[in-house]
């Protein structure tokens, strides 16, 4: 379905090759992340597994040391049995849950609806004492049969968030999709992107002055401006997927490694600032807060180095990239105290 | 703030309670019970705990700050037991960052004290509980930044713990970052000049945790703050459920520990029943590229043109 046919160029020692997407041997690299089955189960598929499991051949064995006897393999059972009552009264009580969310959250989207309209969306934001400098959105790839779902969809996600990150006022926003559709082929989908954006940004700010970005893929060293010629912009995009993580890590590894050997780096001078340096140059800088548009959290191997002090948003049992979730991720962060060990 | 007022009698009203020695029974029994029950489903293997809020408690009841800290030592010792009653093989606290050398040294000094002490308590004799239970004590982090006479300590615990037959294990991250931590995997990994090539692999096994440690299942931290600071970056973030909890340490006690591990063997039973429903369906599509030459051979060929 997709092929890599692009030329990447590398002007950095230190970046990875293009083909190391597949470090992971059990997920492949086409296949959508699909997020854990369970995120939308219905009650009835609940309560049939949790049969099954009572008398399923898969269930966990007894322990099986020497002195089993009749007693602890029927105490076993009970204990199981109550263990999957509990069980099925969990289902209930998340069922009934998952149901409160949903109409809670249904009323937040009403509640705040920014109307593609800047203005409503800086009115909000002008409540709060803080806003970050850089926010990064782990954004989910759908089937492409589902609402929202495909590249389209991607795409389309991408602009809205692009609109609010602007209307706000936020000049730095990095997308985190886990199999990197667009930036594994970007000379078929970023044009489709600008497009997208540039339509989009129209909508909100009008057709006069379109606000200009820039949209970078760090992974294969490609930046792109809205306007040419103007390296200064109104909002800095980048595209992150699974490869800028510990692959770009261990990446930076070889090429130090490389290096000692020649004898032009001592083991001694790799510290976690030069670390960082050359991180931040190749992934790009440590997000302020991390906004998750899934029903659950899951880093999705999101970068390691540069999670470390970012602020974590996400909204129970939402699926959709909707406004209500972004403002309530900016006034968590406006209300967030920031105190490096202390 | 107004919830933990409110909570406070009744608190008191528990503690009282429980000193009922018949009631106090009672509720022990429950406790193994749940354990017990517990142990039958699928269990984590590997839970980390950031344990935020010993200073806010200490605050809010007006204590000094040390009670907040020994608070806090007490409810770890609670939920050790149950996670290793439960079947958890490694536990692994968040002791002391390395960014925690920017409080005052006075404090700083009275940490490092209550954790030897601590230590030494649950391994020092016989009938200690690490001694009891036969856990192994690890000390993960950068240990150039342990003052000698502590450090000699520590190491005498370790050294102490360390030849207990047992998959238990109980790492103590001190004084421990994230970032430190990977930059010291690849200094190892350059240092070794190994020829062969460096992967994901070669980085997982220079970590402090070592090749041997079970990937993370859950990672807890307490008193409502939503990051990670600095804490098992590397480990975290693939198949890792995050929970963040409202409670402050010092409250943090069996009921809380009891919820979490219910709510992640819940869905992880779910799950395992969801793959190996799928699984099943999935095996036959492996040899679907054998069809053509599985099939039996075709009659004759017989053509006008081609003789």
Known sequence: MTVDHDIPHNRLAARPPPQDVSLRPDTSPDSPLQPPSYAGRSIGQVCLSLAKMLVGKNKPAAPSTPETSITSAV????????????????????????????????????????????????????????????????????????????????????????????????????IYEYTGLVNRNHAAYLPLLTKDLSKNL??????????????RIPHKNIITYSAPGTTKVDLEITLLSRVDGKPTIVELTKTMSDLAINNELSVNDISIDLIDEELVELVGPEPDLVVCFAPYLDLQDYPPWHIRLSEIYWEQDNKDVNYAVFIRALKLYAHCKINVGK | MSLFYLSWPLKQLWKAALSVKIFHYLVSLFKDGMIAVMRTGPVPKHIALIM???????????????EGHSAGAESLVDVLNVCYKVGIEQVTVYAFSIENFNRP?????????????????????????ASQNKIIIRILGNRSMIPADILHDLEFVEAKTKDFDTKKVFNVCFPYTSRDEIAAAIRSVVEARKSEEITIDSLNASMYFGPNSPPLDILIRTSGHQRLSDFMLWQCNYNCTIEFVQTLWPDFGFYSITKILLKWSYYKALQLEEESFTGMKKNPTKHVSDILKLLPPPPPFASVNQR
Do not use: M
Request: charged residues 20%; glycine residues 4%.
């Open chain 1, 202 to 215: 129209a909508n909100y700010f009008g057709t006069a002055s379109i606000p200009t970005y820039s949209i």
């Open chain 2, 105 to 129: 040294k006075q404090e700083v000094d009275t940490l490092f004290g209550l954790l030897r002490d601590k230590l030494r308590f649950l391994s020092q004799n016989e009938e200690s509980f």
């Open chain 2, 52 to 66: 935020d809020g010993n200073r806010r408690y200490a605050k809010t009841k007006q204590l000094p700050l040390e």
């Open chain 1, 75 to 174: 105490l076993f059972v009970i204990n199981h049995t109550i263990l999957l009552q509990i069980f099925f009264l969990l289902s209930i009580y998340k069922s009934i849950q998952y149901l409160y969310r949903k109409v809670a959250l249904k009323y937040l989207t009403l509640a705040y609806y920014p109307n593609k309209s800047p203005h409503v969306i800086r009115d909000d934001v002008n409540k709060l004492t803080k806003i970050p400098k850089n926010i990064s959105c782990i954004l989910n790839l759908k089937h492409e049969d589902d609402e929202n779902g495909g590249i389209d969809g991607l795409i389309n996600q991408i602009s809205e968030i692009a609109a609010w990150s602007l209307s706000a006022g936020v000049p730095q926003l990095s």
